[in-house]
């Protein structure tokens, strides 16, 4: 009871401040106590010897800088001080500090002769800050005393064995026997007693039981050094029982450490953000209509309805809904109000109290500077009617405020609501007071006594969830790029994980928009891997389950209401254990692909294509292409990061080993058939892999990436050569269209996992190859978003870059906006041929011999996406100003510049997807990195292809020697790369294959 206090009924440790811990891992409000034990961990904590550190949660302590406390030498008890103005002073406590540093008196609410022969050289004064070092040494005798009477009153233990209890003051006993100037006689006979101003009940300790104590600890403790460090840049505010000191705290500004932001608005909800003044403060609260809230006030823990002026002065806490109503009638300033939750003899109740800025609880009625809502007590019985008598019972206690038995808390005959103190303000009708009389009534310092904590703390927590989840709908809904982690781990946290899953359900189901039904439910499978809490095995992994087939058929196809609601079916039997909750999490993040696929083939839009004549039966149509190496913005292309954020990719197409490592050909054949052969190496190389179709059921495997020759049964499906599914057979659709069946062939030099865009050129090798057999044509643009759909259809995803890359003759960058559909806009960067020249001689290619690992690399990068944590918001950012700095250094024909901005990208690429270098790749860059410009592992890392710009030019064998001289860098190979200049080309050629004709250039 003695440290209660009656701003906020948590007490002061749990006083919410109006700050954000922006870098916390789960959101929550900021209490006084975070704070200290933030300082004390990470800023006053660190070095100490073993020991005990005692912190007061009685003040706001303030530490900017990281103070280097020396302990060489230490023994005994050290204190920390806060160095603070004589005038504040006055009312605290001040160490007087020798010349060694020695603690010689402690003096509390001195005289301003005696507070300044404690000053320091610049005047200010040392304050008592309430945190305190005892010696490991110290701390044993200290604990040894519980067992000496009457000391063993201060413990539970003696409390228990019959004793009286005992009240000691760690400053003005404990410590202030060992203060060197401090003499026995004095001490014990307790001339130098102090009674803090923050207990609202005095001491019941009789005076010669203080004595005897305080002989025990002069005999325990006398002796035992005490010394003082100096926080010169501190900052110490004492909470006191002034209402308009609590509220200058609650209002101020300035952050208290560096891990922590002062806002005017933290953790609430506004329908009119305007209204509020910036010097306000609004901690934990909704404010749903027009509500006004001036300088210098503070709403906090209320839900708040309708139209509200608060003026300024003003303190709103624990007010709701209902209670709000009464406020819209009137013009507030200068008061604070609070809601109270109470329990009393088995009745939970909640009652409202309200008092003036500038009353003080505690001096006497008596006083003539005693007021109530900030009038003489006679000018208020007079408004009022109210009468002395009914307020201060005959009784020990003082005559103040702290003590009127002013706020109702139950009527026989009515309810009780803010009303009832509401119209203390200013009488209104003989009914008022009436109700007033008849009511039980209580005094602050009983309805202290008597505080309902858990009640306050649900109520609380209801008002956070509330937030939280309109916070949720809002962040998805406008696509900010703000992390929900904090959020939904709070929730987990605090057991209210159901309700934030029915928002994420909500929204997915509602929203027209399929991007943001994605992050939706890329939201829910956080919220699932959150409540495994670590357990349960690995995020990324397979999400194929069959019970979850249904489910995913319906938002294939298009049906995204019904499909989330089947999710969620689903999702109630995965909930017991956390394996099943990782499981669950996995087919999640299954279900936000698939509106991922759905969201990026609306680059459909974006095709075009024309008929063309129909080559003759058996004339090969051949594609072929050069590979691609991306210089910089990679990622930014990748959906769901391309059209949330927008990307910006600077590609180069190059030929290696002088040749077009990628290619297809197609021609039509009499069989109405399709003949499909794959081959391993190169056009004429390796084992060839062939596959015959002579049905649609055969196709039926085209969105499965893994099945032999899926991409190519894609392609005939996506350029609607063949409809599938149809109830027209294979052989009929191709007799129709096309008098017979097609053979298609594919080809690649490169190894698989290079890094170089493979896949995603070879798609369009393959479709530019079909579509100019089929009888059609389309341009270089239209055929980068064909080859978007096609990846979509295949199940791969995919992001542009690779088909830019490869197809695009030459230099160039490809830009996409943050919108569906999505299109992408191509822009081809000038080069003369002497620097083209010039930037062949410095490309080299050097395969690590490592194969390139992406598939959970992409599972990760698109999961902290989603979870938009500020490294990768931040990080995809610089992706892009990189990209648009290094098309200025192409243009600019600036080796360095390149090469420094190839150096950032490979950075940016580790940041995006931790784990991407392969040690053997760090060491192979270490060894090459006094030989290069720049230098980066091609594609998403972690493997395949390097590739150098080097300091000189011509130096292929160079850097084979440099690498060969190095061991343990496994079977590597280096190459030469060109810039290739033509991009994708089309030959239609004669039966045996020889050329007749370019098409595509």
Same mark, same amino acid.
């Given at each position: 009871?003695?440290?209660?206090?009656?701003?906020?009924?948590?007490?002061?440790?749990?006083?919410?401040?109006?700050?954000?811990?922006?870098?916390?891992?789960?959101?929550?409000?900021?209490?006084?106590?975070?704070?200290?034990?933030?300082?004390?961990?990470?800023?006053?904590?660190?070095?100490?010897?073993?020991?005990?550190?005692?912190?007061?949660?009685?003040?706001?302590?303030?530490?900017?800088?990281?103070?280097?406390?020396?302990?060489?030498?230490?023994?005994?008890?050290?204190?920390?001080?806060?160095?603070?103005?004589?005038?504040?002073?006055?009312?605290?406590?001040?160490?007087?500090?020798?010349?060694?540093?020695?603690?010689?008196?402690?003096?509390?609410?001195?005289?301003?002769?005696?507070?300044?022969?404690?000053?320091?050289?610049?005047?200010?004064?040392?304050?008592?800050?309430?945190?305190?070092?005892?010696?490991?040494?110290?701390?044993?005798?200290?604990?040894?005393?519980?067992?000496?009477?009457?000391?063993?009153?201060?413990?539970?233990?003696?409390?228990?064995?019959?004793?009286?209890?005992?009240?000691?003051?760690?400053?003005?006993?404990?410590?202030?026997?060992?203060?060197?100037?401090?003499?026995?006689?004095?001490?014990?006979?307790?001339?130098?007693?102090?009674?803090?101003?923050?207990?609202?009940?005095?001491?019941?300790?009789?005076?010669?039981?203080?004595?005897?104590?305080?002989?025990?600890?002069?005999?325990?403790?006398?002796?035992?050094?005490?010394?003082?460090?100096?926080?010169?840049?501190?900052?110490?505010?004492?909470?006191?029982?002034?209402?308009?000191?609590?509220?200058?705290?609650?209002?101020?500004?300035?952050?208290?450490?560096?891990?922590?932001?002062?806002?005017?608005?933290?953790?609430?909800?506004?329908?009119?953000?305007?209204?509020?003044?910036?010097?306000?403060?609004?901690?934990?609260?909704?404010?749903?209509?027009?509500?006004?809230?001036?300088?210098?006030?503070?709403?906090?823990?209320?839900?708040?309805?309708?139209?509200?002026?608060?003026?300024?002065?003003?303190?709103?806490?624990?007010?709701?809904?209902?209670?709000?109503?009464?406020?819209?009638?009137?013009?507030?300033?200068?008061?604070?109000?609070?809601?109270?939750?109470?329990?009393?003899?088995?009745?939970?109740?909640?009652?409202?109290?309200?008092?003036?800025?500038?009353?003080?609880?505690?001096?006497?009625?008596?006083?003539?500077?005693?007021?109530?809502?900030?009038?003489?007590?006679?000018?208020?019985?007079?408004?009022?009617?109210?009468?002395?008598?009914?307020?201060?019972?005959?009784?020990?206690?003082?005559?103040?405020?702290?003590?009127?038995?002013?706020?109702?808390?139950?009527?026989?005959?009515?309810?009780?609501?803010?009303?009832?103190?509401?119209?203390?303000?200013?009488?209104?009708?003989?009914?008022?007071?009436?109700?007033?009389?008849?009511?039980?009534?209580?005094?602050?310092?009983?309805?202290?006594?008597?505080?309902?904590?858990?009640?306050?703390?649900?109520?609380?927590?209801?008002?956070?969830?509330?937030?939280?989840?309109?916070?949720?709908?809002?962040?998805?809904?406008?696509?900010?790029?703000?992390?929900?982690?904090?959020?939904?781990?709070?929730?987990?946290?605090?057991?209210?994980?159901?309700?934030?899953?029915?928002?994420?359900?909500?929204?997915?189901?509602?929203? @027209?928009?399929? &991007?943001?039904? +994605? *992050?939706?439910?890329?939201?829910?499978?956080?919220? =699932?891997?959150?409540?495994?809490? /670590? #357990?349960?095995?690995?995020?990324?992994?397979?999400?194929?389950?069959?019970?979850?087939?249904?489910?995913?058929?319906?938002?294939?196809?298009?049906?995204?209401?019904?499909?989330?609601?089947?999710?969620?079916?689903?999702?109630?039997?995965?909930?017991?254990?956390?394996?099943?909750?990782?499981?669950?999490?996995?087919?999640?993040?299954?279900?936000?692909?698939?509106?991922?696929?759905?969201?990026?083939?609306?680059?459909?839009?974006?095709?075009?294509?024309?008929?063309?004549?129909?080559?003759?039966?058996?004339?090969?149509?051949?594609?072929?292409?050069?590979?691609?190496?991306?210089?910089?913005?990679?990622?930014?292309?990748?959906?769901?990061?391309?059209?949330?954020?927008?990307?910006?990719?600077?590609?180069?197409?190059?030929?290696?080993?002088?040749? @077009?490592?990628? &290619?297809?050909? +197609? *021609?039509?054949?009499?069989?109405?058939?399709?003949? =499909?052969?794959?081959?391993?190496? /190169? #056009?004429?190389?390796?084992?060839?892999?062939?596959?015959?179709?002579?049905?649609?059921?055969?196709?039926?495997?085209?969105?499965?990436?893994?099945?032999?020759?899926?991409?190519?049964?894609?392609?005939?499906?996506?350029?609607?050569?063949?409809?599938?599914?149809?109830?027209?057979?294979?052989?009929?659709?191709?007799?129709?269209?096309?008098?017979?069946?097609?053979?298609?062939?594919?080809?690649?030099?490169?190894?698989?996992?290079?890094?170089?865009?493979?896949?995603?050129?070879?798609?369009?090798?393959?479709?530019?190859?079909?579509?100019?057999?089929?009888?059609?044509?389309?341009?270089?643009?239209?055929?980068?978003?064909?080859?978007?759909?096609?990846?979509?259809?295949?199940?791969?995803?995919?992001?542009?870059?690779?088909?830019?890359?490869?197809?695009?003759?030459?230099?160039?960058?490809? *830009?996409?906006?943050?919108?569906?559909?999505?299109?992408?806009?191509?822009?081809?960067?000038?080069?003369?041929?002497?620097?083209?020249?010039?930037?062949?001689?410095?490309?080299?290619?050097?395969?690590?011999?490592?194969?390139?690992?992406?598939?959970?690399?992409?599972?990760?990068?698109?999961?902290?996406?989603?979870?938009?944590?500020?490294?990768?918001?931040?990080?995809?950012?610089?992706?892009?100003?990189?990209?648009?700095?290094?098309?200025?250094?192409?243009?600019?024909?600036?080796?360095?510049?390149?090469?420094?901005?190839?150096?950032?990208?490979?950075?940016?690429?580790?940041?995006?997807?931790?784990?991407?270098?392969?040690?053997?790749?760090?060491?192979?860059?270490?060894?090459?990195?006094?030989?290069?410009?720049?230098?980066?592992?091609?594609?998403?890392?972690?493997?395949?292809?390097?590739?150098?710009?080097?300091?000189?030019?011509?130096?292929?064998?160079?850097?084979?020697?440099?690498?060969?001289?190095?061991?343990?860098?496994?079977?590597?190979?280096?190459?030469?790369?060109?810039?290739?200049?033509?991009?994708?080309?089309?030959?239609?050629?004669?039966?045996?294959?020889?050329?007749?004709?370019?098409?595509?250039?």
């Amino acid at each position: 009871m003695g440290r209660d206090f009656p701003f906020d009924d948590c007490g002061r440790s749990f006083t919410c401040f109006p700050m954000e811990n922006p870098t916390g891992k789960a959101e929550a409000l900021v209490c006084n106590i975070d704070v200290l034990l933030h300082l004390m961990t990470h800023k006053l904590g660190p070095g100490s010897p073993p020991g005990v550190w005692v912190c007061s949660t009685d003040m706001i302590l303030t530490v900017p800088s990281y103070p280097d406390i020396c302990w060489d030498g230490f023994s005994g008890v050290r204190v920390v001080s806060i160095p603070g103005t004589v005038s504040y002073a006055r009312n605290h406590g001040v160490y007087l500090i020798d010349r060694e540093g020695y603690i010689c008196d402690i003096i509390y609410k001195g005289t301003e002769e005696k507070i300044k022969e404690c000053a320091l050289q610049d005047g200010r004064v040392p304050l008592v800050s309430g945190i305190v070092f005892f010696s490991s040494e110290t701390a044993e005798k200290l604990l040894a005393t519980h067992v000496i009477p009457p000391l063993d009153g201060c413990t539970y233990m003696g409390l228990d064995s019959g004793a009286h209890p005992v009240q000691l003051s760690i400053f003005f006993d404990i410590l202030l026997c060992m203060a060197r100037h401090i003499g026995k006689e004095a001490f014990v006979d307790g001339a130098r007693r102090i009674l803090q101003s923050g207990d609202i009940t005095p001491p019941s300790t009789d005076a010669a039981t203080m004595s005897s104590a305080r002989a025990a600890l002069w005999q325990e403790l006398r002796g035992i050094p005490i010394t003082a460090v100096l926080i010169t840049d501190g900052g110490y505010d004492y909470m006191s029982l002034s209402p308009d000191d609590h509220i200058r705290n609650l209002t101020r500004r300035g952050n208290v450490s560096d891990c922590f932001v002062s806002r005017h608005v933290v953790y609430s909800k506004l329908t009119h953000p305007a209204l509020l003044n910036e010097n306000c403060s609004v901690i934990n609260s909704l404010l749903d209509g027009e509500t006004r809230v001036d300088a210098n006030s503070v709403v906090q823990h209320c839900h708040l309805e309708g139209s509200i002026h608060l003026g300024s002065g003003c303190l709103l806490s624990g007010v709701d809904v209902p209670s709000s109503l009464a406020l819209q009638r009137r013009q507030l300033c200068d008061v604070i109000i609070q809601g109270h939750h109470i329990r009393l003899r088995g009745l939970q109740l909640r009652t409202f109290t309200i008092m003036g800025r500038l009353d003080d609880l505690q001096v006497p009625f008596s006083n003539r500077s005693s007021t109530f809502l900030n009038v003489p007590w006679s000018t208020f019985f007079e408004r009022t009617g109210i009468k002395k008598e009914e307020m201060w019972a005959p009784s020990r206690l003082e005559n103040n405020l702290l003590n009127a038995q002013l706020f109702p808390i139950l009527h026989a005959s009515e309810p009780i609501g803010l009303e009832d103190v509401l119209w203390l303000l200013g009488r209104q009708d003989g009914r008022d007071l009436r109700k007033w009389q008849s009511a039980w009534r209580l005094s602050m310092r009983e309805i202290l006594s008597c505080l309902d904590q858990q009640a306050e703390l649900a109520w609380r927590q209801q008002l956070f969830l509330a937030r939280a989840q309109h916070q949720v709908q809002s962040t998805l809904h406008t696509r900010r790029d703000s992390s929900l982690c904090p959020l939904i781990r709070a929730a987990v946290c605090e057991g209210h994980e159901q309700q934030i899953l029915h928002t994420l359900d909500t929204v997915a189901a509602t929203t @027209k928009d399929l &991007g943001v039904a +994605a *992050r939706a439910l890329a939201c829910v499978a956080d919220v =699932l891997g959150c409540m495994a809490r /670590g #357990r349960g095995g690995l995020r990324s992994g397979p999400a194929a389950n069959r019970t979850w087939t249904g489910a995913f058929r319906l938002l294939e196809s298009g049906n995204v209401a019904l499909g989330v609601e089947k999710l969620t079916e689903e999702r109630s039997k995965w909930l017991s254990r956390p394996d099943l909750l990782v499981r669950a999490a996995r087919h999640y993040e299954g279900a936000e692909q698939i509106l991922i696929r759905q969201a990026v083939m609306s680059a459909h839009e974006f095709i075009s294509m024309s008929k063309a004549e129909l080559p003759p039966m058996n004339h090969w149509l051949v594609a072929e292409c050069p590979a691609r190496i991306d210089i910089s913005g990679g990622w930014s292309d990748t959906p769901p990061i391309t059209y949330e954020h927008g990307g910006v990719v600077l590609d180069v197409a190059v030929l290696v080993d002088k040749q @077009k490592p990628i &290619g297809a050909k +197609a *021609r039509r054949i009499l069989e109405p058939k399709l003949h =499909l052969v794959m081959s391993r190496g /190169g #056009r004429e190389q390796g084992m060839p892999l062939e596959i015959t179709c002579q049905s649609l059921d055969d196709l039926k495997d085209y969105c499965q990436p893994h099945a032999p020759g899926a991409l190519l049964k894609a392609a005939f499906i996506c350029t609607e050569i063949i409809q599938y599914p149809s109830q027209v057979s294979l052989r009929d659709q191709l007799m129709a269209g096309f008098g017979g069946g097609f053979e298609l062939h594919t080809w690649s030099s490169l190894p698989h996992g290079s890094g170089m865009g493979t896949s995603s050129i070879l798609a369009g090798a393959v479709v530019a190859a079909l579509i100019s057999a089929a009888g059609k044509s389309c341009d270089t643009t239209s055929l980068i978003h064909v080859v978007l759909h096609l990846e979509q259809i295949l199940t791969t995803g995919g992001g542009w870059q690779d088909q830019v890359g490869g197809l695009v003759p030459g230099i160039k960058v490809g *830009r996409s906006k943050p919108q569906l559909p999505l299109r992408v806009d191509i822009e081809r960067i000038p080069a003369t041929g002497e620097f083209v020249k010039t930037l062949n001689d410095h490309l080299l290619l050097v395969y690590t011999g490592k194969t390139r690992l992406a598939r959970n690399l992409l599972q990760d990068v698109l999961r902290n996406w989603y979870a938009r944590l500020p490294s990768i918001v931040q990080n995809t950012d610089a992706l892009v100003r990189n990209a648009e700095e290094c098309a200025q250094a192409f243009i600019k024909g600036d080796l360095s510049w390149i090469g420094r901005c190839l150096n950032t990208y490979w950075q940016q690429k580790k940041c995006m997807a931790p784990g991407c270098e392969p040690l053997a790749v760090r060491e192979m860059m270490t060894i090459l990195q006094p030989h290069v410009h720049g230098q980066s592992l091609a594609g998403a890392g972690g493997g395949g292809f390097l590739y150098l710009l080097t300091r000189k030019p011509r130096q292929k064998e160079a850097i084979e020697r440099i690498l060969r001289a190095s061991e343990g860098l496994g079977n590597f190979s280096v190459h030469e790369v060109e810039v290739d200049e033509t991009g994708l080309t089309v030959c239609l050629t004669g039966p045996e294959g020889h050329p007749s004709l370019t098409l595509i250039t």
